[in-house]
Nanobody, 120 residues
Framework: QVQLVESGGGLVQPGGSLRLSCAASGTIFSINVMGWYRQAPGKQRELVASITSGGNTNYADSVKGRFTISRDNAKNTVYLQMNSLKPEDTAVYYC??????????????WGQGTQVTVSS
């Protein structure tokens, strides 16, 4: 079992910045991909950014150039630096980890979510 704990959400004015963190703990064999998703009221959950254990990243078009995902493999922690925040970035942000349970078996784990509100 892997547990994910997110932190760093809050209220920020448009144009401001926030940094989200997500730490994985438990019985960890190998985490391949870690990522951030978000879900706004009335909308489906969407990918924000992801990063592989090798450092390859992927971003939603809406956040390219504003958000940066990074990862500390030794700490099993992923970060999301969010700059130039806009009201449309308001959502609950969820951390996801793709864990290699054993050879040939992967399982997705999710954090509990952290609220990000961008408002003046």
């Amino acid at each position: 079992q892997v547990q994910l704990v997110e932190s760093g959400g809050g209220l920020v004015q448009p144009g401001g910045s926030l940094r989200l963190s997500c730490a994985a703990s438990g019985t960890i064999f190998s985490i391949n991909v870690m990522g951030w998703y978000r879900q706004a009221p009335g909308k489906q959950r969407e990918l924000v950014a992801s990063i592989t254990s090798g450092g390859n990243t992927n971003y939603a078009d809406s956040v390219k150039g504003r958000f940066t995902i990074s990862r500390d493999n030794a700490k099993n922690t992923v970060y999301l630096q969010m700059n130039s925040l806009k009201p449309e970035d308001t959502a609950v942000y969820y951390c996801k980890a793709v864990h290699l349970e054993r050879i040939g078996l992967q399982r997705n784990y999710w954090g509990q979510g952290t609220q990000v509100t961008v408002s003046s």
